[in-house]
């Protein structure tokens, strides 16, 4: 079970850093609604934080196959 228990951390690490990653963009484009201050970050920038989201969120499902096949592995025994 403590290869479960680490998959879990890796999940939780990696969701945080999804989450950050969109927090970046959320504030980025906040800023255009105030009072006329452009965003920061160009299309090319939003389009590398997608793109990094997407790569972890991959990464995540990997993760949650390996916890799959522990409990599978742990209903057996």
Same mark, same amino acid.
């Given at each position: 079970?403590?290869?479960? /228990?680490?998959? @879990?951390?890796?999940?939780?690490?990696?969701?945080?850093?999804?989450?950050? @990653?969109?927090?970046?963009?959320?504030?980025?484009?906040?800023?255009?609604?105030?009072?006329?201050?452009?965003?920061?970050?160009?299309?090319?920038?939003?389009?590398?934080? *997608?793109?990094?989201?997407?790569? *972890?969120?991959?990464?995540?499902?990997?993760? @949650?196959?390996?916890?799959?096949?522990?409990? /599978? /592995?742990?209903? *057996? /025994?």
């Amino acid at each position: 079970m403590s290869n479960a /228990k680490s998959n @879990l951390e890796t999940l939780e690490s990696r969701i945080g850093l999804m989450a950050a @990653l969109a927090k970046i963009i959320d504030i980025d484009r906040g800023c255009a609604a105030n009072e006329g201050e452009s965003p920061n970050l160009n299309d090319f920038h939003y389009g590398a934080l *997608v793109e990094a989201i997407e790569i *972890v969120a991959q990464s995540c499902y990997g993760e @949650l196959g390996q916890l799959d096949d522990a409990f /599978k /592995k742990e209903a *057996v /025994k």
